[in-house]
């Protein structure tokens, strides 16, 4: 251990308080300190070099040092970092919502910037909320959910979120919203079968909206990928099917793009998959190519015309962060944009997962391999302790955890979400750079649930 990384991490046992961690097992044990990367790789402070297995938590494209991004955000700082979007506007902000227009689903025209993920849906939340209200139907103000759901960590975002483990402790400080299903067909709700249930989990939908359209304002999901509750994928043409529901019942269909936009699942945006077309769109992520804090809240023509009147009428939207439309972020978008389409990027990432999908088929041979979910680069592999009866792993065996902690010590980050091991590489890696992290992934499965090895420590690892 050099001295550098011993006062870096006595610095941080002191004075870090880490994201999503427990930090009684971190503190006891070595973290993981990053100090550059380059491409799919990160190195920290020691030498160390790990493929970055979960694109930095889902969220870089290009990789890391990227000259093109690199060059974008130094020519803006060169010009201004940021000022402000409030009554006035900047020249990459413009040409970013326009990018934006362009690219998303036809219909979505209007662009309103934050900076995280969590605060594009906080936007849609309100914003929907308030449309009804201007449009003289101020009694559609609930919110429908999806089971699992998970839209980020601020107040209203948790409150339409739907992991307890993450958002019971919370349940009083949060308004209430409907839930229903999602299409988990691992371990369908109703019992079902794919092949023969003509989506029978939709009928709960139908009725809902039957019941209580009068009083929703807007129905929140996560398009073709339920990310956080361990990445379900929708069957194909559900989604389209919650979209005509929506549009039946006059309820808005906010899709929450955040992790599957910018080429994550092999399209552009999720919703193409189904041909749809929500009335809002939250991204982040990907936006500056996983560079910068930058999100966005995405409408129609429609929504945004509710809120036109006079000064005196107060239609106006009051939301706004000090941060939103930064140049420096909105550079990094632009230069993002081009790298997509020099590269031919989201096609790359349809043949490179078909490629990800064959090599993957070797991981069903594993005893304890239960259920590989994959849309584009977009992976889950779910650990069982019996496939036959699909028994679940105990929280207590930390199984997701153990395991990416042998990828860790094999040379690679990832992230799991309980007994999901999760794969999200940056979406530039190339059929050898995923070879090679797929490599690590199926030796760190079977290390752990068939071979025995031992973890070095079990007190979980950075943050783990
Ligand atoms: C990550 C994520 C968010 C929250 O984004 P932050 O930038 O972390 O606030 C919201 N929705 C989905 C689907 C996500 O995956």
């Avoid at 994928?233 to 559900?238: A, E, K, S, V």
């Avoid at 910018?262 to 992520?285: L, Q």
């Amino acid at each position: 251990m050099t001295y550098e990384y011993q006062e870096l991490a006595e610095k941080s046992r002191k004075h870090l308080w880490n994201s999503f961690t427990q930090m009684q097992g971190y503190n006891e044990d070595l973290p993981v300190i990053i100090e550059s990367g380059d491409g799919v790789k990160l190195r920290d402070v020691t030498g160390r070099e790990f493929y970055d297995g979960v694109s930095s938590i889902w969220l870089n494209v290009h990789g890391h040092n990227v000259p093109e991004l690199n060059d974008a955000i130094t020519a803006q700082l060169g010009k201004i970092a940021h000022s402000t979007i409030l009554g006035m506007a900047n020249v990459p902000a413009i040409l970013v919502a326009e990018r934006i227009a362009n690219l998303t689903p036809p219909g979505l025209e209007k662009v309103f910037y934050s900076d995280s993920g969590a605060t594009s849906v906080e936007i849609a939340i309100k914003m929907a909320f308030q449309y009804w209200q201007h449009r003289g139907r101020p009694e559609k103000q609930a919110f429908v959910t999806m089971n699992n759901a998970y839209h980020g960590d601020t107040i209203g975002a948790v409150s339409v979120g739907a992991i307890d483990l993450y958002h019971k402790a919370y349940s009083k400080l949060l308004f209430q919203s409907y839930r229903v299903e999602y299409p988990y067909c691992y371990r369908c709700p109703l019992g079902e079968e794919l092949s023969t249930c003509a989506f029978a989990c939709l009928q709960q939908v139908e009725q809902l909206l039957e019941e209580k359209s009068s009083e929703i304002a807007g129905f929140i999901i996560e398009p073709i990928v339920q990310g956080a509750s361990g990445i379900i994928t929708m069957p194909h043409g559900f989604l389209a099917r919650l979209r005509e529901l929506c549009t039946k019942h006059d309820v808005l269909m906010i899709c929450d793009e955040v992790a599957t936009g910018f080429g994550r699942t092999g399209k552009m945006f999720a919703c193409e998959y189904d041909g749809v077309s929500p009335d809002i769109m939250c991204m982040g992520k990907g936006l500056t190519g996983g560079y910068l804090p930058v999100a966005a809240t995405v409408t129609t023509d429609e929504v945004y015309d509710a809120f036109l009147g006079s000064y005196e009428s107060a239609k106006t939207f009051f939301h706004g962060h000090s941060f939103a439309g930064n140049q420096l972020g909105c550079a990094a978008a632009l230069a993002n944009f081009e790298l997509f389409e020099k590269n031919d990027l989201v096609r790359n990432v349809a043949l490179k997962s078909e490629h990800a999908a064959a090599k993957l088929e070797k991981f069903r041979e594993l005893k304890h391999v239960g259920d590989i979910r994959q849309r584009g680069l977009m992976i889950g592999i779910e650990l069982v302790r019996d496939r036959e009866t699909k028994e679940e792993y105990e929280f207590g065996d930390k199984i997701g955890l153990i395991v990416s902690r042998r990828a860790c010590e094999l040379g690679m980050i990832i992230r799991p979400l309980g007994n999901v091991v999760v794969f999200m590489p940056p979406l530039a890696s190339t059929v050898e750079e995923l070879d090679a992290m797929i490599d690590i992934l199926y030796e760190a499965i079977a290390d752990i649930t068939e071979r025995g090895v031992r973890v070095r420590s079990e007190k979980l690892p950075y943050g783990l």
